[in-house]
């Protein structure tokens, strides 16, 4: 089960980030004396759940260590319109140069997050677990993917080094479903899992018969899920895909399959509506 575990690649993600923004040097906040220290405040002008905390406290960090960053919330804290997220106090130069994209992890992440939760809370009372998919914004995946576990949600694959996925494609190359689930079995590592999609129900009749053990349902409707689910009787974990949002994934999800895998929630990101407001500077 996903825990909040934080990605091993926080502050080389940062470092990225600040590269491309600040470049040579913020021009603008050289105008700034630099003896000026500032405070701030980060202010959520909508519900969500919070995320990012440690890339926006990494942010300022690499700017200025001498910024201080104190949170009223934690990652996966469902926080409340005007609520207060963080005080910030430091140079001016290092609040001004680092906001930017402190606010963009943050706003990011959080807004992941909250869209994670949203599935999750649609499919409640249900034993469906959601699932992110790969469809993440490049160079942000292991962020956005953390951001899923704040939400509720859970991991799929990372990549395409930590699991098996055989598609359609891979079947068509490999010459049928027998074929790429037999080498499959002969080439994956052990411990890694290996996950076959199938579009129709006699292909789930023939892969079930082929020995696999998980399956993903592709574009199925809500009654070809029910008819997948009686077919397979527990023999294996099923996944649903494709055509599913929260206008229907109750709906999906009362069909019994065990998991229902959401691109939307870390492709189709909506960044919160953050604010950083300076409050006092001397």
Same mark, same amino acid.
């Given at each position: 089960?996903? *825990? ?26 050289? =105008?700034?004396? /630099? ?27 690499? $700017? ?24 910030? *106090? ?74 098996? =996925? ?5 079947? /068509? ?5 027998? /074929? ?34 998980? =399956? ?5 409707? $809500? ?16 996944? /649903? ?42």
């Amino acid at each position: 089960m996903s *825990t909040l575990k934080l990605p091993d690649d926080v502050s080389e993600t940062v470092r990225r980030a600040l590269a491309e923004d600040v470049g040579s040097g913020d021009l603008t906040a050289a =105008l700034i004396p /630099a003896d000026t220290r500032a405070q701030a405040q980060v202010i959520t002008r909508e519900d969500a759940v919070l995320c990012g905390t440690a890339w926006f406290d990494e942010v300022f960090r690499r $700017v200025d260590d001498r910024i201080h960053v104190v949170w009223q919330a934690k990652d996966g804290d469902a926080i409340r319109a005007s609520q207060m997220l963080c005080h910030i *106090t430091g140079p001016a130069r290092g609040l001004l140069t680092g906001e930017r994209a402190a606010l963009n992890f943050l706003q990011l992440l959080s807004g992941t997050a909250t869209r994670a939760r949203q599935y999750v809370d649609a499919v409640r009372g249900t034993k469906t677990i959601i699932l992110d998919t790969r469809k993440t914004i490049p160079g942000l995946r292991r962020a956005q993917k953390y951001a899923v576990t704040c939400g509720g949600g859970q991991n799929h694959r990372m990549g395409l080094y930590d699991a098996i =996925l055989i598609k359609e494609n891979h079947i /068509a190359a490999a010459g049928s479903i027998p /074929a790429a689930l037999g080498a499959a079995r002969n080439s994956a590592p052990k411990g890694i899992g290996v996950e076959i999609e199938v579009e129709n129900i006699g292909q789930l009749r023939e892969t079930l018969a082929a020995g696999a053990d998980r =399956l993903l349902l592709d574009n199925f409707s $809500v009654e070809e899920l029910k008819a997948a689910v009686a077919e397979t009787r527990g023999r294996a974990k099923l996944e /649903a895909s494709g055509g599913i949002d929260l206008s229907n994934i109750h709906a999906f999800a009362e069909t019994g399959v065990d998991f229902i895998s959401i691109g939307d929630i870390t492709k189709n990101v909506r960044a919160l509506d953050l604010s950083m407001r300076f409050v006092h500077s001397s």
